[in-house]
């Protein structure tokens, strides 16, 4: 892994005919009125934090009377879900573009090298990005490069951000797929260690960080000293599974069994100990943490009880949901393949409102001062609120 300039790795690796990446505007941004937001808050990083807990306890939720407040268009299809910070709303299309959170309008944008559709990740003023090859690390008020890592030609997906160091797994592109997980400086690309997670049949999605471990896999569970990349301990659920959660002492996943059963898992964040699990009807790969319940979402969404796995209710939604629930408030908010948007009650799984979009909506909803925020597959970001 070399980190370099943004600029000599595109000499390097585009070659004659491709010109250099550099801050464009983002074209076809649709403004309408909002009220301001504070600058103070945020949704830093994929599922908010670096647990990918989903939960914003903080958060304003948006009223009951919510409605389309902006859209942006994008160069390519919003699939990641949005990153906000300090009044900017960061997406990765084909282009990393930003803008403003308050009416969409666009501030920069960055076309960096084969965009990967990861969400970026915003700390210290820098916004850290995954392309398909290389990771980008750019400032988060004018988008201008700092560094850029790349790693032999190695996918990459979102990087997870904690205090100073970065964490991505790196996979190489034939199967059975090597995968590796790295940590790296924030402030300079360098790194710091990596750690072999092994062959798999599917390269692994993006790794969780909770007091002072790394949690990641896509077949098999691996738990990782954050300091060092030893492993400490790794588990089996069986099928392949989506990016792990941890609150309380507690590492949960969501899987897919044989058959595209669905099944969560929850695991001893110390040593890997099974606690519990619980089917829950079709693939249920996405889930959301707060206070002492688990949210799964798949052709229905469940609420389960995080001690015991016990459901607590269903939400049938008839529309199947892959992207990940966020939580703010008393509300968790789901998108689904349909183009809708909808909050639930957190605590009886009654619908609040829904909304829709006018394409299939992949990424995970971020939840900033009453707004809501998604991309689409219509090429359009969607500010709700």
């Known amino acids: 892994m070399v980190a370099q300039t943004q600029r000599a790795f595109l000499r390097a690796n585009l070659g004659a005919g491709f010109g250099v ?3 464009t505007a983002l074209a076809g941004c649709t403004v309408t009125s909002a009220p301001g937001v504070d600058p103070s808050s945020g949704w830093p990083q994929y599922r ?53 959170a308050a009416d969409g309008a666009d501030r920069w944008a960055n076309a960096v090298y084969h965009r ?15 392309s398909k090859f290389a990771l980008f690390a750019l400032d988060a008020a004018e988008g201008t490069e700092r560094w850029a890592a790349t790693f032999g030609g190695r996918r990459l997906d979102a990087p997870a951000v904690v205090d100073d160091t970065i964490y991505v797994v790196s996979t190489d592109r034939h199967v059975p797929f090597e995968a590796s997980l790295h940590a790296l400086g924030l402030d300079d690309g360098r790194e710091r260690w990596r750690a072999s997670i ?7 999605f993006v790794p969780a960080v909770a007091d002072g471990t790394v949690y990641v896999g896509k077949e ?24 792990p959660a941890v609150a309380d002492g507690t590492v949960f996943v969501g899987s897919r069994q044989q058959g595209n059963a669905g099944a969560v898992f929850a695991y001893d964040a110390a040593d890997g100990r099974e606690r519990w699990r619980v089917e829950t009807g079709k693939s249920g790969k996405s889930l959301a943490v707060a206070d002492d319940t688990v949210y799964v979402a798949s052709d229905a969404v469940y609420a389960l009880d995080a001690a015991d796995g016990r459901e607590r ?44 979009t006018a394409g299939v909506v992949f990424s995970s909803p971020a939840v900033v001062d009453g707004t809501v925020y998604v991309g689409g597959s219509d090429r359009t970001v969607y500010a709700f609120g």
């Open 48 to 100: 908010f934090d670096a647990a990918r807990t989903g939960y914003s306890p903080d958060a304003v939720e948006p009223s009951d009377e919510v409605a389309e407040r902006w859209t942006a268009s994008t160069e390519d299809r919003a699939v990641s879900a949005p990153a906000v910070r300090d009044g900017r709303v960061y997406v990765n299309s084909d282009s990393i573009a930003a803008l403003d």
């Open 116 to 130: 990967s559709g990861s969400t970026p990740a915003i700390a210290d003023g820098v916004v850290v990005a995954a």
């Open 220 to 243: 098999r569970l691996f738990a990782l000293d954050a300091a060092a990349g030893r492993v400490r301990w790794t588990a089996d659920p069986g099928g392949t599974f989506g990016p």
């Open 313 to 356: 209710w269903r939400f049938d939604s008839n529309r199947y949901v892959l992207a990940a629930p966020a939580i703010a408030g008393d509300r968790l908010y789901l998108a689904g393949l349909l183009g809708t948007v909808r909050a639930l009650d957190r605590d009886d799984g009654t619908e609040a409102w829904l909304v829709e």
């Open 198 to 204: 092994g062959e798999l049949t599917m390269p692994p």
């Open 21 to 23: 990446a550099g801050t």
